[in-house]
């Protein structure tokens, strides 16, 4: 019902991606019910109970590969992503938040819960086929990025190369590399986040999310503006902000596998920067291009609000992410077993 022209055909496609690997994972989740029945005759879905079965079944890497699709798409992994850019800019503001903060980190959260810790074995087999992805989703996404006139499409792109940071961390088989996914899942939610809400206000205030028409937006906005600076320099990773923290760890883990794939992953960086800092170029400096934005008043002080909110958080996760760390340390184990079967 809400959203602009785009919405039906944006909302269909939405439907048929996340529903049709919704099943996959259903399928998944039944066949190793039935596996573990024959292995106990209990009919349990306990998820400690199904572990045990889940790494002694000789259908696990099918089994597996059900829960993983269904994850992928949600994350979005390249190529199970051509949902995600239509959805996020056909939807109103309010959703765009609430697919890339919450939506998206389900498919990370699965991706560790049950593809990596349920089925480690299996996982190892194809966590080069899925750090690989990640890769090709990092440079390609920000290749994209880079070249959106439309401010909600170079959010969502960007957004797609940053989760490709995540899938490198999970599938790492490495520590460091876990605790940095999880890291780049909090960073991500609160800089993207805020990231749709700036969109959101712009698209409100000036009728359209073409940057091209937009610019010279600095001096009418200055609060709202240095924090959109704010957002736009966390998005590239600047040290002592929560995303550096993510990135770099993965990074060091990835790097413990492989030297190639790192690199390719931290070109990704260089592409960040400059859709980062083009976004803000072309909105916020330069000659003005329309009388349409008056100052931030009363009403926009909600925004303000959260969004300072966002970026305290953010800064204080740049600069002491231990506790957020620490809620990786239960994966640990599990990761050590695919970093066993790699090195085999």
Same mark, same amino acid.
């Given at each position: 019902?809400?959203?602009? $022209?785009?919405?039906?055909?944006?909302?269909?496609?939405?439907?048929?991606?996340?529903?049709?690997?919704?099943?996959?994972?259903?399928?998944?989740?039944?066949?190793?019910?039935?596996?573990? =029945?024959?292995?106990?005759?209990?009919?349990?879905?306990?998820?400690?109970?199904?572990? *045990?079965?889940?790494?002694?079944?000789?259908? %696990?890497?099918?089994?597996?590969?059900?829960?993983?699709? %269904?994850? =992928?798409?949600?994350? /979005?992994?390249? /190529?199970?992503? $051509?949902?995600? /850019? +239509?959805?996020?800019?056909?939807?109103?503001?309010? !959703?765009?938040?609430?697919?890339?903060?919450?939506?998206?980190?389900?498919?990370?959260?699965?991706?560790?819960?049950?593809?990596?810790?349920?089925?480690?074995?299996?996982?190892?087999?194809?966590?080069?086929?899925?750090?690989?992805?990640?890769?090709?989703?990092?440079?390609?996404?920000?290749?994209?990025?880079?070249? *959106? +006139?439309?401010?909600?499409?170079?959010?969502?792109?960007?957004?797609?190369?940053?989760?490709?940071?995540?899938?490198?961390?999970?599938?790492?088989?490495?520590?460091?590399?876990?605790?940095?996914?999880?890291?780049?899942?909090?960073?991500?939610?609160?800089?993207?986040?805020?990231?749709?809400?700036?969109?959101?206000?712009?698209?409100?205030?000036?009728?359209?999310?073409?940057?091209?028409?937009?610019?010279? @937006?600095?001096?009418?906005?200055?609060?709202?503006?240095?924090?959109?600076?704010?957002?736009?320099?966390?998005?590239?990773? @600047?040290?002592?902000?929560?995303?550096?923290?993510?990135?770099?760890?993965?990074?060091?883990?990835?790097?413990? !596998?492989?030297?190639?794939?790192?690199?390719?992953?931290?070109?990704?960086? !260089?592409?960040?920067?400059?859709?980062?800092?083009?976004?803000?170029?072309?909105?916020?400096?330069?000659?003005?291009?329309? +009388?349409?934005?008056?100052?931030?008043?009363?009403?926009?002080?909600?925004?303000?609000?959260?969004?300072?909110?966002?970026?305290?958080?953010?800064? =204080?996760?740049?600069?002491? /992410?231990?506790? !957020?760390?620490?809620?990786?340390?239960?994966?640990?184990?599990?990761?050590?077993?695919?970093?066993?079967?790699? =090195?085999?």
């Amino acid at each position: 019902m809400w959203g602009d $022209a785009g919405r039906q055909r944006a909302v269909l496609k939405f439907f048929l991606f996340t529903q049709g690997s919704g099943l996959l994972m259903l399928l998944a989740i039944l066949g190793l019910v039935i596996v573990n =029945a024959q292995r106990t005759n209990v009919i349990t879905f306990d998820y400690f109970a199904l572990s *045990q079965t889940a790494l002694i079944a000789p259908v %696990a890497p099918v089994l597996m590969l059900g829960f993983f699709i %269904a994850f =992928a798409v949600k994350l /979005p992994m390249v /190529p199970f992503h $051509a949902w995600l /850019p +239509d959805t996020y800019a056909s939807s109103p503001a309010a !959703v765009s938040i609430l697919l890339s903060g919450v939506l998206a980190k389900t498919g990370g959260y699965g991706l560790i819960r049950f593809v990596v810790m349920l089925f480690p074995g299996a996982a190892a087999h194809i966590a080069p086929l899925a750090m690989t992805m990640g890769v090709v989703g990092i440079l390609y996404c920000a290749w994209l990025a880079v070249a *959106q +006139d439309d401010i909600k499409r170079l959010i969502a792109y960007s957004s797609i190369s940053h989760l490709g940071f995540i899938l490198l961390g999970v599938f790492s088989g490495t520590r460091i590399g876990m605790e940095g996914a999880i890291a780049q899942m909090v960073a991500h939610g609160l800089s993207t986040g805020a990231l749709f809400i700036i969109a959101g206000l712009l698209e409100d205030r000036l009728g359209t999310r073409d940057m091209s028409k937009m610019g010279g @937006l600095w001096p009418a906005m200055p609060r709202f503006s240095a924090l959109a600076m704010f957002f736009a320099a966390a998005s590239l990773g @600047l040290p002592g902000l929560g995303n550096f923290i993510g990135e770099f760890l993965v990074l060091l883990g990835t790097w413990r !596998v492989s030297h190639v794939m790192t690199f390719f992953a931290a070109a990704g960086l !260089v592409l960040s920067s400059v859709y980062s800092l083009t976004m803000m170029l072309r909105v916020f400096y330069g000659p003005k291009k329309t +009388d349409a934005v008056a100052p931030l008043g009363a009403a926009s002080v909600p925004h303000i609000a959260v969004l300072g909110v966002a970026a305290l958080l953010l800064l =204080a996760l740049g600069l002491y /992410p231990q506790p !957020v760390l620490n809620l990786s340390v239960p994966a640990s184990p599990h990761v050590v077993s695919i970093a066993q079967e790699q =090195a085999q």
